[in-house]
């Protein structure tokens, strides 16, 4: 007789079917193009006649059909103008954190979490003896009733406070973060496109802390000439700009948001690829693209100092190599007490995430 054998079962791209996969492509497209379902779709249409995606069975056309079925885009019955769903933001972001953060797990790059322990919310696997004080959820039943076997023997089993071991845990902060993306013109120069990268993990950052860290606020802000606030559902659709760099402008939107946050712990992510080259003194604006200009870094460095008395660390996340930045981060650094990092674009997210997550343990 002939028996039965089992293996493990691993998904791959051949079992998903000709919409998933091609959902999958779609709603990358659709970050490269800022949210424009019609030139995604004719970049998915160019990319099927190149390499052959579907089949006589299922075409373009049956995808486009079921992503209207299944409530993916929408189409203006007046107008008929194509356009993306809520339920395509929310899959976007989720593709985009499953993208950064599974890269991370898989990652073999150090890890530069600084983690103590303390009374907190996530066990871990160190233990200690115990404290007067101590929770009494928190005793290790199975290592301390070994300690008192070990102590008193098992004919007179006695157990005391000398035999028992407390699980250390490590405590979980709530922060309240202000993203700042640089959307000046330089993020798309050159040949490189640096604001994609950017919006993948803004995307991913806000799906993670909404799903997964749900007292934890975030505000992202995106600045050029000028500073705004921009809402979650709108990072899909975010572009570029004819615009200098006014950090200045964003920073001080930035410690504006904060400064009503009522979380304890607060900090600012800062991803540009370029020098403050923008002032604004009332209506008019004071521009200066050729160098580091000293009235705009004065003011940029003035905030970086008010920031460190806040307690309000900044990180910056440059996407450019430009040895001749570096000065201009590393003197900003130093002024703020924050942290930098001159990363590539392939790294920016694996960078973010990292410090973003050592910074949920709280230093006791």
Known sequence: MRGLQFSRFVPGEDDKSPFEK????????????????????????????????TNEEYGIGDFIQELKDKGYIRENEESGQIS??????????????????????????????????GQGDELNADTRSYQFGDPLEQIDVTDSLRNAQINHGIEAFSINQDDLVIKETDFKTQTS??????ISH?????????ITPAKKV?????????????K???DIIVFGNDAWQIEIKDLPYLQVGPYHTNTVAGLELAMDILRRRRNPNKQIFMITDGKPTCLKNGKQYYKNSFGLDRKILNRTLNLAAQCKKLKIPITTFMVASD?????FVTEFTETNNGKAFFSGLDKLGQFLFYDFESGKKKML
């Open 186 to 194: 330089s993020m798309i120069l050159y040949g490189e496109d640096r």
């Open 177 to 182: 973060t202000a993203l700042m993306i640089d």
């Open 323 to 327: 040895p001749w930045l570096q000065k």
């Open 84 to 117: 993306i769903t809520a339920k395509t933001e929310q899959d976007i972001r989720k593709k985009a954190l499953e993208e950064i953060f599974g890269k991370l797990k898989k990652s073999t790059m150090g890890d530069h979490n600084i983690r103590k322990s």
């Open 22 to 53: 091609l959902l999958n492509l779609f709603t990358q497209l659709l970050t490269y193009t800022s949210g424009d379902v019609t030139e995604a779709l004719q970049w998915l249409t160019e990319l099927d006649k190149e390499y052959n995606l």
């Open 202 to 214: 803004a995307m991913a950052l806000s799906e993670l802390i909404t799903t997964r860290y749900p």
């Open 216 to 218: 934890d606020t975030l």
